[in-house]
């Protein structure tokens, strides 16, 4: 099979100079061009989509998006409780793909900003005159040595896909006793709570079936805290003590072997020198490594960390200007939570208009100051829900007055369970909310 890369590489006005090949001038003859393409069908995509949409009288806009279904993906903490099955969550992806967009069923492999030109799976390319880049984050399952062929069994699991929530949801309910680990990786991740919630809903369950007592239950993060924000770590690390989960930080989980149930944990210690540390298990859910998507990466949009390059109040790109980039693969300093995309997604959707319209945005634009949320379940019926700011300073949606931002309430429950995937399906990716 051909390099699309390589293939791509060669596009543009090179194609029309004598000896090009015959390949590549027939993957030119069925290259597309968008005003407005969209890199990304998820929360991000759709929304800035249907934004796009319903601002501008006539829009050009593509979706790329090689999936036909959409998943509100923060239900899957719900689906490892048991809460509500995998499907409660799982939508068409037709079905909210703005009419007035064109979608482009196909997998983006690159980027060429010098030309323009997004590489798509096929060969082909596909042109824009402005370029929103959100694709998402990328699962590395393989960066845990062992895991090949032992994902989802004899007490090795992952909430993070739709399968993983439910696998997941069988192991903590068929679990008796012994050593229950809940490791988080050191790097970025999407939803940064949702490893401890699934911690805190196996103890409830545990609980509620008379056989907490039995386990010995750990949390393990390869972060030096078990929360980026100050004022939300305090509380939950109370919630941690009060249901006797250990805390155990910067052990980074690296390998496992699943035949001796066995994990095995980088540790750095005070010169910066890496050891490893092995601890057994009975049960081990973890949440994978996580990165921007290696065509992100490799590309000449990112910065060395692998993400897209924006600029943090405006999500414009700092060398390509007709760039814009939200969500969990642009460089953004928040959480990578749906909360901040909600924020990120009309501030976005202002500034790339006023960019159409020839503004300079380093003069005039709207600035997005990081907000992003957790909704941290603690208990069935029960959740916390933390808001903040680039600042890691409490911002909650609702002025507490006489409420603390902390307390785990039943409102914040019904908020999660009910009101908040409402306000995704029928209000976020139709551009209302």
Known sequence: MPDVRKLAAAGGASLALAGTTKLAQERLKHDVRGRVVIVGGG??????????????????VTVVEPSGIHAYQPGWTLVSSGVFGKEHFIRREEDFIPREAKWVRERAVGF?????????????????????????????????????????????VSNYTADGAEQTWRAIREFRGGTALFAEPAGQIKCGGAPQKIAYMADSHWRRTGVRDRIDQKFVTGKPAIF?????????????????????????????????????????????????KTLSYDLLHFCPPQSAPDFVAESPLANEAGYVEVDKHTMQHVRYPNVFALGDASNLPTSKTGA?????????????????QGTDL?????????????????????MMLAEFDYTLKPRPTFPP???????????NWILKTRILPAVYWHGMLKGLA
């Open 228 to 276: 980026s924000s100050p004022y939300y770590r305090e509380a939950l690390e109370g919630v941690m003590e009060r249901k006797g989960i250990e805390r155990i930080l910067e052990h980074d989980l690296v390998a496992v072997d699943a035949a001796k149930k066995e994990a095995v944990f980088a540790v750095k210690n005070g010169n910066g020198e890496v050891k490893h």
């Open 362 to 382: 380093k003069i005039d634009s709207k600035d997005y100051h990081g907000y992003s949320s957790c909704p941290l379940v603690t208990d069935y019926g029960k």
């Open 43 to 60: 929360t991000a995509g759709i929304s800035v989509a249907a934004r796009l949409c319903r601002e501008i009288k006539t829009p050009d």
């Open 340 to 356: 901040a995309i909600r924020k990120q997604a009309p501030v976005l959707v202002h500034n790339l208009i006023r960019a159409m």
């Open 112 to 156: 060429e900003p010098e030309q323009n030109r997004v590489v798509l799976e096929s060969g082909r390319g596909l042109g824009y005159d402005y370029l929103v880049v959100c694709p998402g984050h990328q699962l590395n399952y393989d960066r845990i040595e062992g895991l090949n062929g032992n994902l989802g069994k004899n007490g090795l």
């Open 401 to 411: 007055w006489d409420h603390d931002s902390r307390k785990e309430t039943y409102p």
